[in-house]
């Protein structure tokens, strides 16, 4: 556990604006709390892209946008650049968020992993 590095995050407070609980247990269950959406990785599977996308809006695509599609599906992996990103989502409204977001805990995104009330009293400690 990165104490350091909790201990400004408790300092810090959410990036919601929200302060932490001053009650260790419920600090912890604030980090712990899955609410946060995060892209899974930088790449994207052209798999995934493909399974995000239902019939009706693949035939409501262009052929344009059915061809970008289909290099997408032949590429294997494509790097989800701002470019790419809004292709994706021009093409399908949302899609994006169907196939490349994960909700996170804000200890996830911190590195944290799990953090315990032990670890927020332990944080909390540090000068």
Do not use: W
């Not at 989502?89 to 804000?106: F, H, I, Q, W, Y």
Request: glycine residues 6%; hydrophobic residues 45%.
């Amino acid at each position: 556990m990165d104490l350091v590095a909790l201990a400004a995050e408790l300092k810090a407070g959410h990036p919601s604006g929200t302060p932490y609980s001053p009650d260790n247990e419920r600090a912890a269950a604030q980090l712990n709390r899955q609410d946060r959406a995060g892209l899974r990785s930088k790449t994207v599977s052209g798999a995934a892209v493909l399974s995000a996308i239902t019939l009706q809006e693949f035939q409501a695509m262009s052929a344009v946008q059915r061809e970008y599609l289909r290099l997408i599906a032949q590429s294997g992996s494509v790097p989800l650049t701002a470019p790419v990103v809004a292709a994706l989502n021009a093409m399908v409204p949302g899609l994006v968020d169907r196939c490349c977001l994960e909700t996170k805990s804000r200890a996830d995104e911190l590195g944290l992993g799990a953090v315990t009330p032990s670890d927020v009293a332990d944080a909390r400690r540090l000068p």
